[in-house]
C-alpha cells in the first residue's frame, strides 16, 4: 500500500510504502475494545479504600447490656448497622490490573493503525524537525495543516526541538515509536507518524 508524505510546510514530500498486514487490516472492533480494556485496567491506581468492622475507631467495652433493654442485642458501635460503623465488604486497594497476551496486544496495535488508515485519519510526514523550538510558529504549522487532537509517532527517539515547541500545544501529543499505544490512537483525531515512525513501527509488529 502506497500512502504520500508531507512536510510540516504542508509541501508533497514523496510517498512511502505501508505494510498491508499492519495498515492494511480490516479493523476488528473486538480486539481493540479487548486490548484498550486491558491497557485502561492497567492504569487504573486501584487505591480505593473503607475503613472495615477491625478499623473504625471505637471502644470494644460492650455498648449495653445483653438482656433487659427491649432492644436488640449488640456488642460493638463499630457494627456496619450503625452510623460511622465499619463498611461491609467495602473496596480494599488492589490492582485492577489482568494479563493479555503480547502477541494479542501486537494484533490490537495492528488493527488501531489500520483503523486509522480505514478512516482516512493517518498522515504521513517526512521528518518533524523544526529549525528552532518556537512554540508559536509550531502552532501556525499546525492549524495550517489543520490537526486536531494529533497524536505525532516519531522514530526511536522524539526531534528534541520539536518536542520542546510542542509541549505547550495542548492539541498535540508526541511518542516515540516505542510508546505507541492502542488507546492513545484511537483517541486521536489525527495520527500523524514519520517516516522514521513508519519504519520503527513495522520493525516492530513484523
Known sequence: MKADAIKLDGKKAGSVDLNDDIFGLEPRMDILHRVVRWQRNKAMAGTHDVLGRSEVSYSTKKIY???????????????????????????????????????????????????????????????????????????????????????IIDGAEVNA??????????????????????????????????KAGVAALEARLS
Do not use: C
Open 161 to 194: 526541538d520539536f518536542k520542546k515547541a510542542s509541549a505547550n500545544i495542548t492539541t498535540l501529543n508526541v511518542l516515540p515509536s516505542q510508546g505507541a499505544n492502542v488507546y492513545d490512537i484511537l483517541k486521536s483525531d489525527t495520527l500523524v507518524l514519520t
Open 65 to 151: 447490656r445483653q438482656k433487659g433493654t427491649g432492644g436488640a442485642r449488640h456488642g460493638s458501635r463499630g457494627a456496619p448497622i450503625f452510623r460511622s460503623g465499619g463498611i461491609y465488604k467495602g473496596p480494599t486497594p488492589r490492582s485492577h490490573a489482568h494479563d493479555l497476551p503480547k502477541k494479542f496486544r501486537k494484533l490490537g496495535l495492528k488493527h488501531a493503525l489500520s483503523a486509522k488508515v480505514a478512516a482516512g485519519e493517518l498522515v504521513i510526514v517526512d521528518t518533524i524537525e523544526v529549525k528552532d523550538a518556537k512554540t508559536g510558529a509550531l502552532a501556525k504549522m499546525v492549524g495550517a495543516l489543520g490537526w486536531k487532537r494529533a497524536l
